[in-house]
């Protein structure tokens, strides 16, 4: 790939980083807003401090990837659940009393729905809960290749 083409490549869309041009306050550059366990991490790159559209860019780029390397969270430009409402506090984990489980979910790399269970009269109640978590997480890193 030419370097005209890389450029165009990376002007197009990242994930996490939105391009603001505001005329009215000579404020142009890239935002860049990382959320990680309920926390929100953000950082503007003017393109006059950082040299150009381009080279503000890249800053951000790499603000963004040490941020989020930093942190710990998964580097992936696919979208990830991050948010639970299973009662469990884990995405696609919930516990089924009337059935003495813990159910688990996610979507295949088909994008297909998957599912099963762990029993908590098997391995007992927090070992089921760990299980049941250590599953997900395997089909979430399966589903993103990672």
Known sequence: MDQEK????????????????????????????????GKTYSKFFSDKKCGGRYSSLLSAIAWRDSTEKRLGKIRTNKHLVTVSNSGTGVVGVRLNDGFNRYEVSWVTTEGKQGKTSVSIRKHGKEGAFIKACAIRQEKERARLGI
């Open 6 to 37: 890389q450029k165009e490549f990376m002007l197009k869309r990242q994930k996490d980083i939105a391009r603001i041009d505001q005329e009215s306050k000579r404020t142009h550059g890239w935002y860049v807003r990382v959320r990680f366990q």
